[in-house]
């Protein structure tokens, strides 16, 4: 990502900030922005403002900041409530009158067409804005093209928190890992799924499992594309395509959902000493990366082995480095979040 000439340790550097999608974790990144804000002003110098907020109808905009100092705010309210709500406000317009920093994309995933987000960011990025997306969609269908853009701009692209989140699968796999030749990848990427297999691992059917996901905010109400291996498979592109240099699409991987698997399965592999994990793996066949989505039983010598829970995991095996493993981190908007901010900080800072 491009240094930024103008920040420097006595001024702070202003970011200018456009949320747009105002769902969960829209609003998550709004509620940590301020929480994190003397943070963020004190260890990096930097001063991120947020100037316009969107959703699908419209939108709120000014030339100053539209974060309130106290928490009594839009947060958990009707965004066409506030008092410079715009009917039919629109990015472009926004892109067009804000001075250029960061579009933060939080809309809706659609694996298909990468819509709306990735009209979004590529708006964005032809108007010199920098980018972070939540959006995996945009980046399952052009991750190349948006990176190609971003890189001839000399632009930031955010993409962690549409790759695991919490779990800095990017970070690891192209900042840690630089040189290293990468031959294979193996991965927990989904907190839904690990969750219901580790829950039925116990003894729990499958439908109580995804109901207490459900009820814990795990699982969203329509749990389809976690627990049919689609948002698995969308992350495994995106790092895929991202760390390895691979052009992946949804079509080239092979995707098994958990819906077949019986507790009964669950428990008896876990007391033959493995345990049955939906792993999204890319690794070479014949010499040519294959990829795909399956559930399979891990050993216990194996780096994903104790990724339980909502928890997720990633190994890279590498030529130089070895096999490089990390787990952890939350599945929640809030996480998401936190990844947007993270993504946001090291465009800017550098240590
Ligand atoms: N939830 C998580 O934990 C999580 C974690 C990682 C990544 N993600 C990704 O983050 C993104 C957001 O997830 P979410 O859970 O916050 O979704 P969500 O609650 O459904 O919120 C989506 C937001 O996008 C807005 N929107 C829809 N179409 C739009 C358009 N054309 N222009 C502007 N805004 C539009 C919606 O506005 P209206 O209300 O007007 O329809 C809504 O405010 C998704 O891509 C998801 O895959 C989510």
């Not at 929480?35 to 905009?61: D, W």
């Not at 079509?251 to 939906?278: A, F, Y």
């Not at 490089?324 to 800072?349: E, F, Q, T």
């Amino acid at each position: 990502m491009p240094q930024n000439p103008s920040a420097n340790l006595k001024g702070q550097k202003k970011i200018n900030l456009i949320l747009v999608g105002f769902g969960r974790v829209g609003r998550a990144f709004y509620g940590l922005l301020r929480e994190k804000r003397a943070l963020i002003k004190s260890r990096y110098n930097l001063n991120p403002t947020l100037l316009s907020i969107l959703n699908s109808t419209g939108g709120i905009a000014s030339d100053k900041s539209i974060h309130p100092e106290k928490p009594s705010d839009i947060c958990s309210s009707d965004l066409t409530q506030h008092s410079l709500w715009q009917k039919g406000l629109r990015l472009e317009h926004v892109l067009k009158t804000t001075p250029a920093g960061v579009l933060v994309e939080c809309t809706p995933s659609d694996l298909q067409t990468g819509e709306p987000g990735l009209g979004h960011l590529h708006l964005a990025l032809d108007n010199g804005w920098q980018v972070v997306t939540a959006d995996k969609g945009a980046l399952v269908v052009d991750f190349h093209g948006l990176r190609e853009k971003a890189v001839r701009k000399g632009l930031g692209l955010g993409a962690s928190a549409a790759a695991g989140a919490a779990l800095p699968t990017l970070d690891v796999g192209r900042v840690s890992l630089a040189g290293a030749e990468i031959t294979s990848l193996a991965g927990v990427l989904n907190g839904t799924t690990n969750y219901i297999l580790t829950q039925m691992a116990l003894g729990t059917s499958y439908e109580k499992a995804l109901e207490e996901a459900q009820a814990k905010g795990i699982a969203e109400p329509d749990p389809s594309l976690d627990v049919g291996g689609w948002d698995t498979a969308a992350k495994l592109i995106i790092i895929a395509n991202a760390v390895m240099g691979l052009n992946l699409s949804l079509k080239d991987v092979d995707v098994e959902p958990i819906t077949d698997v019986s507790s009964r399965t669950c428990v008896s592999v876990q007391n033959g000493g493995k345990s049955l994990k939906l792993v999204g793996k890319v690794h070479k066949i014949k010499n040519i990366f294959q990829a795909q989505v399956k559930v399979e039983a891990i050993d216990k010598c194996h780096p994903l082995y104790g990724v339980d829970g909502a928890e997720k995991g990633i190994v890279y095996f590498t030529d130089t480095m070895g096999a490089v493993a990390i787990r952890g981190g939350k599945s929640d908007p809030r996480a998401a979040a936190a990844a947007l901010l993270k993504d946001i900080i090291n465009i800017y800072h550098r240590y």
